[in-house]
């Protein structure tokens, strides 16, 4: 699943109610990514993608988590405003599952209004889960 | 499932998902 896949597309998934199970075959979520496989004969650039996800309500068990603002110039934004979201463990691999903000020059937004955030199956003490690319832009927040 | 793709991978598009009951799983490919 990619939301927001195309080059300056926008894709938006809103979760209301019920409950949404996504391993994604092995690798975070991109939320806001723009990639092409027309980018070398079309000319389209990659990256300046939106995708938002809204959790209303219900549960997301997501097993590889999010990469927001998975491309150049793109944006990622997940809102958490109620029901429970359930992160990890990765059932792949072991990459960090919550990337904000997960290329250099792109932006991701994470915001929790509400609701359950549960991280699961960390590897160790002082490993988070998070990451930022450090020529990103991450903004998470917890009201 | 690639919600936003644009026509075969391209540009510009738009693409929205509601879920407010049942049962979704994803499994497929990023």
Known sequence: ?143 | MDIGSGYKGGQNGYGQVIISNGLFVNNSGS
């Open chain 1, 1 to 143: 699943m990619i939301v927001g896949s195309g080059p300056a597309s926008r894709g938006e998934f809103k979760l209301l109610g019920g409950d949404v199970i996504s391993s994604n075959h092995g690798s975070p979520i991109p939320i806001g990514y723009g990639y092409s496989a027309y980018t070398v004969c079309c000319g389209y650039p990659y990256g300046s993608a939106t995708g938002n996800v809204l959790i209303a309500g219900g549960t997301w068990t997501g097993y590889e988590g999010w990469n927001l603002g998975a491309l150049s110039n793109s944006l990622g934004t997940v809102v958490v405003s109620n029901g429970t979201v359930s992160i990890g463990p990765g059932i792949y691999g072991s990459g960090k599952p919550i990337n904000v903000g997960a290329s250099d020059d792109s932006r991701g937004d994470f915001t929790m209004a509400g609701g359950t955030f549960l991280m699961n199956g960390v590897g160790s003490a002082s490993d988070t889960g998070w990451r930022s690319e450090s020529a990103a832009t991450a903004w998470v927040t917890c009201e």
